[in-house]
């Protein structure tokens, strides 16, 4: 049956006759394509990984066996860094800061929703492309800009910056107060203001595209989650990170131009500097208004990838579509009105800490029943388990053990005793860290025969998958324990407090369960690169999807479909749906219905 | 411990390589499956292991709460400090049950649901009534934990004048802390980092008739029972003034005055005897010969041996040597804080020097 649905299509190739003269330039590189530039956000993306994941293994290196020389330290950082193979503490903060950086915004912002949005949007909406191809171009290659100065900030004299991936100042005004403050700083704000023009671009170019979009049929109630959570992500994208922008040149300006918007009554090195008047708290509210929802703009597409993709290899619909998608949108709204759950020792007035504790914790209503709703999914399912299945439940169970702990941080009251300590590092690496990364492999895993026309290796995607799940596990379950003993993070050594000298085993076994998850990881490397190019072939529709991008032939052509765009008469959860006696399938024989199959005789479409 | 790290890596590396061989003889032999998509075995398979995933989620889990939870900061050591503590375990015991009854769906199902070929799924798109259930009970829950939370959050921040709190500066510089006694009168005098100048590290106006008798000391001593209330002040950087053991933390902003308040009500010397901290110090002390034994072996100075003491540290990134950056607090009788504090010499015998 999902061959009735392209064989009328196939009829009209030869109506689809504007094909363009393709160099290798304007088809690998400056590609205006949807498909093209979801791949080059992904492998950009990837790459970036790469360098951010390293990090952490380096300074997780330092944290367990502190001021011990390493080799591949002094191999990796240099004689200035790491002189004799011993860590300097500022070469430590350095890779603390670019690790939190690359991580949060290249890889699982852009890397992220970057990948997934171009190549799903405007293949499940049944549209030919973006709205605009030559914004989408532009936005791809600001992030690429934006990746190069990160990268070249490792290479300056006076070392990258190191205030932290929050830059709080005055520590990251001041050069005087510490190194990386000087151009590596500079840098990385450059790379931050044309990375989050970048997003502004892509973001807006989302939002039109599922507004206007929309093949016939497509209503908004009958979008794959995937769409609405990309959907949504756009939208708080586009509201929070002007606000960031600003904060960024207000920081600049007080750098460079001598301007005091965060900066007031210093005295550094035997001089009191003239900046009067400015606040560094202020600093924060602007940084956390894009700071938190940030972390939902890394969670959302998690979110939406997994939906899809559990629903699939369950034969069964989502469970509970309208309450998917209404909690979608409240979780993106109240993320909106709960930064201040970050700033509740700052020394803002105690009553805004209360009244952010109330909506901080609200956020834990729609996050339960997500969980819920994936966990009923499950329930009487046929599971299919692909390697991207298996990542979509690990997302389910990581979420939950993360996210719980973000009633202990999100209460004001407990904040004020694990604030910055190990505690606030487990939970949100758990919550939108791991999870994040679970719901962009597994995207990897159930895509790939789209992206590439090939499909990975599943068993080598097992093993990928178990060895991550329980290094995962092993890294940032203890950690919980080291932050309640009152451990604070960013220190480059513990040595100095023989008091959390007995911390010291808990965090070797971390580090040896991020060594080993770490080094998994070259599994999937291979297998992601070498299926490129040796995968087997994949068929049209490997894994029985209802959704419109499996309509489309597995040869990527200009314009998606190469007759007229699919018309759509059903919602995109018809699997295993019984006709109406009860006796076999709507379609016999097939579990599963693809949305631009018309409803059947007798059918009735499911009112959600 | 280079070597054990090589070896970790190097034994990862020949099982990477010895199970990728294994796939690709799989792959490659007579009638295997070489599908990429999951097939009756792989499910089979898979949920089996996701079996097995639990049972070492839940062992773990057991193993970390019966080793690590002595780790837990010992008994709060100031008045407020026991009440976030019942709410820190009413929270811990709320989040843990849910862990356990959600990790166990979720796993159980992968197993029981297992796919096989012609098995049908259940289509079950859904259901208001168990929405409407999992909707409510958070509701609950959380208003419960929320109202808690806020009341005692309340407590421990609105402080009342009538309470008549020793009122002491806490001082923050890249890297160390002071801290400032406001003595007889009990008032700060006026403070501006324009003022810092020479012995005067702190900037406090010379003129200012409130300063002469404020006591700046390098320890930060506290008479048990006695509400404090700090002050806190920078001069060049975001800090944060992390007290553990007092259960209270505040950040400290340079351009302003931030504070907060606490009773300390267990003196170090009881700390010091109490069963958790006689067992801690025992346990560290064990490790620091240890590794004593491990750096006279190649010919450096051994450790000190340790002994508890309070301690305020920064917790909030401030340079190079933001993890060493902390000042020792002791708790004591009101007659050997007195004792104490009358031997500190006043601002105005400093700036007499």
Redesign the interface.
């Known amino acids: 049956m999902s061959a009735l649905a392209t064989a009328a299509a196939q009829d009209h190739h030869e109506d689809h006759g504007h094909h363009h003269k393709q160099t290798f330039i304007t088809k690998y590189i400056f590609s205006t394509d949807h498909k093209m530039i979801s791949k080059q956000y992904l492998i950009t993306g990837i790459l970036m990984g790469i360098v951010g994941i390293m990090m952490s293994v380096l300074f997780r290196?330092q944290i367990a066996?502190p001021e011990?020389?390493?080799?591949i330290f002094n191999l990796l950082l240099g004689d200035k860094w790491a002189p004799d193979g011993v860590m300097t503490?500022?070469m430590y903060?350095s890779l603390v800061t670019i690790h939190g950086t690359i991580m949060v915004f290249f890889v699982l912002t852009a890397g992220l929703s970057g990948t997934f949005s171009n190549l799903l949007i405007p293949l499940q909406i049944g549209a030919r492309d973006m709205a605009s191809g030559f914004m989408n171009m532009l936005s791809y290659w600001l992030f690429f800009i934006s990746t190069i100065i990160m990268l070249s900030s490792l290479f300056i004299e006076s070392g990258p910056a190191n205030?932290?991936w929050t830059i709080?100042p005055?520590?990251s005004a001041?050069p005087q107060?510490?190194?990386g403050s000087g151009m590596g700083m500079t840098l990385w704000l450059i790379s931050m203001a044309i990375f989050i023009a970048s997003q502004l671009l892509a973001g807006i170019n989302y939002i039109v595209t599922v507004i206007n979009l929309r093949t016939k049929g497509m209503s908004m109630m009958r979008l794959p989650l995937t769409v609405w959570a990309l959907f949504v992500t756009a939208i708080v994208g586009l509201v929070s990170f002007p606000v960031l922008l600003s904060a960024a040149l207000l920081l600049i300006m007080d750098r460079s131009f001598g301007t005091s918007f965060f900066?007031?009554?210093?005295?550094?090195q035997g001089e009191?500097l003239n900046h009067q008047?400015?606040?560094?708290?202020l600093f924060e509210h602007l940084f956390w208004f894009l700071g938190h929802p940030e972390v939902y703009i890394v969670i959302l597409p998690a979110m939406g990838l997994v939906s899809e993709i559990m629903a699939t290899n369950?034969?069964?619909?989502?469970?509970?579509?309208?309450?998917m998608v209404a909690s979608l949108l409240a979780i993106a709204f109240l993320s909106t009105i709960v930064w201040g759950h970050h700033m509740f020792?700052?020394?803002m007035n105690?009553f805004l800490?209360?009244v952010f504790?109330?909506t901080t914790?609200?956020i834990?209503?729609p996050s339960?029943?997500k969980?819920?709703?994936?966990?009923?999914t499950?329930?009487?399912?046929?599971?299919?388990?692909?390697p991207a299945?298996?990542f979509s439940?690990g997302f389910?169970?990581t979420f939950?053990?993360g996210g719980?702990?973000g009633?202990?941080l999100g209460?004001?009251?407990?904040d004020?005793?694990v604030?910055?300590?190990y505690f606030v590092i487990a939970h949100f690496h758990l919550v939108m860290g791991i999870s994040a990364l679970y719901g962009a492999i597994a995207g990897v895993y159930h895509w790939f025969p789209k992206m590439f026309g090939r499909?990975?290796?599943?068993?080598?995607g097992?093993?990928h998958f178990?060895v991550t799940?329980?290094g995962a596990?092993?890294v940032f379950?203890?950690m919980?324990?080291?932050g309640?003993?009152?451990l604070?993070r960013?220190?480059?050594?513990?040595t100095?407090?023989?008091?959390f000298?007995?911390?010291?085993d808990?965090n070797v076994i971390i580090t040896?369960s991020a060594?080993?998850t770490a080094?998994?990881q070259?599994?999937f490397l291979?297998n992601f690169f070498v299926s490129i190019f040796y995968?087997?072939k994949a068929t049209q529709n490997?894994?029985k999807a209802t959704t419109l991008e499996w309509t489309t032939p597995v040869a990527h052509i200009h314009g998606n479909w190469p007759g007229p765009v699919p018309v759509v008469y059903r919602w995109s959860?018809d699997?295993?749906?019984?006709n109406e006696k009860g006796t076999d399938y709507v379609v016999p024989g097939q579990?599963f219905v693809p949305q631009n199959v018309p409803l059947q005789e007798h059918e009735e479409e499911?009112n959600? | 411990?280079?070597v054990f790290?090589v070896i970790?890596?190097l034994a990862?590396?020949a099982v990477?390589g010895w199970?990728?061989s294994k796939?690709f003889d799989?792959?490659r032999g007579p009638g295997a499956d070489?599908?990429?998509?999951?097939n009756d075995k792989?499910?089979r398979?898979?949920?089996q292991?996701?079996l097995a995933?639990m049972v070492?989620?839940y062992l773990?889990?057991a193993y970390?709460f019966w080793h690590?939870?002595k780790?837990?900061?010992p008994e709060a050591a100031s008045e407020h400090g026991n009440?976030?503590d019942t709410?820190?375990f009413i929270?811990?015991g709320?989040?843990m049950t849910?862990?356990v009854i959600?990790?166990a769906?979720?796993?159980w199902?992968?197993y029981k649901?297992?796919?096989?070929k012609g098995?049908?799924?259940?289509?079950?798109?859904?259901?208001d009534k168990?929405?409407f259930i999992?909707?409510i009970?958070?509701?609950i829950t959380?208003a419960g934990?929320?109202i808690y939370?806020?009341f005692?959050?309340?407590d421990?921040?609105?402080i009342s004048e009538e309470d008549d709190p020793i009122i002491i500066e806490v001082y923050a510089?890249?890297f160390s802390w002071e801290a400032r006694y406001a003595g007889g009168d009990n008032t700060l005098g006026e403070a501006?980092?324009?003022f810092?100048e020479g012995i005067n590290t702190v900037?406090v106006n010379e003129n200012d008739p409130y300063a002469s008798d404020d006591k700046i000391t390098s320890e930060l001593h506290l008479p048990v029972g006695q509400k404090v209330l700090f002050k806190?002040r920078s001069?060049?950087?975001?800090h944060?003034a992390?007290f553990?053991?007092f259960?209270?933390?505040?950040?400290v902003?340079?351009?302003?005055v931030?504070q907060f308040a606490f009773t300390p009500d267990i003196t170090t010397e009881e700390m010091r005897n109490s069963d958790y901290m006689v067992d801690?110090v025992s346990?560290?002390n064990d490790?620091?010969k240890e590794n004593s034994e491990a750096l006279m072996a190649k010919g450096e100075a051994p450790?000190?041996s340790?002994e508890?003491d309070y301690?305020l540290?920064?917790?909030?990134?401030?340079?190079?040597?933001?993890?060493?950056m902390?000042m020792k607090i002791v708790v004591e009788t009101e007659e050997e804080y007195n004792a104490w504090l009358s031997e500190q010499e006043t601002f105005a015998e400093t700036m007499e020097k």
Request: hydrophobic share 50%.
């Open positions: 290196m066996w011990e020389s390493f080799a503490p500022a903060l205030a932290g709080y005055p520590l001041l107060a510490i190194g900066l007031s009554d210093i005295y550094l009191v008047g400015g606040s560094p708290v369950s034969r069964k619909p989502i469970f509970g579509y309208r309450a020792v700052s020394g105690p800490g209360s504790t109330f914790l609200l834990a209503i339960a029943v969980a819920f709703n994936w966990i009923t499950l329930w009487k399912g046929n599971l299919q388990m692909n299945m298996l439940i389910v169970s939950i053990t719980l702990t009633i202990i209460d004001s009251t407990l004020i005793n604030h910055d300590t499909m990975m290796n599943k068993n080598m097992y093993i178990w799940a329980v596990y092993g379950f203890p919980h324990f080291v309640l003993a009152g604070p960013r220190y480059y050594t513990n100095a407090f023989p008091y000298d007995d911390l010291a808990v040896v060594i080993i080094a998994i070259v599994v291979y995968g087997k490997p894994w959860y699997y295993s749906k019984m579990d499911l959600h | 411990m280079t790290l970790i890596i990862l590396l990477t199970q990728m796939i799989l792959s070489s599908s990429p998509i999951a792989d499910n398979q898979q949920a292991i996701t995933f070492f989620l773990g889990m970390s690590w939870s780790l837990y900061l009440e976030i709410l820190m929270s811990i709320i989040i849910v862990q959600t990790q769906l979720l796993h199902f992968v649901y297992q796919g096989r098995k049908k799924a259940l289509f079950f798109a859904d259901n168990l929405e999992w909707t009970i958070p509701v959380l934990l929320i939370g806020l005692t959050w309340s421990i921040m609105n510089k890249q501006n980092v324009r810092i900037g806190f001069q060049d950087v975001l944060s992390y553990p053991h259960r209270a933390q505040m950040n902003v340079p351009g302003m931030t801690k346990t560290i490790i620091r450790l000190d340790y508890f301690f540290l920064c917790n909030k990134i401030c340079g190079e040597a933001h993890y060493n902390q």
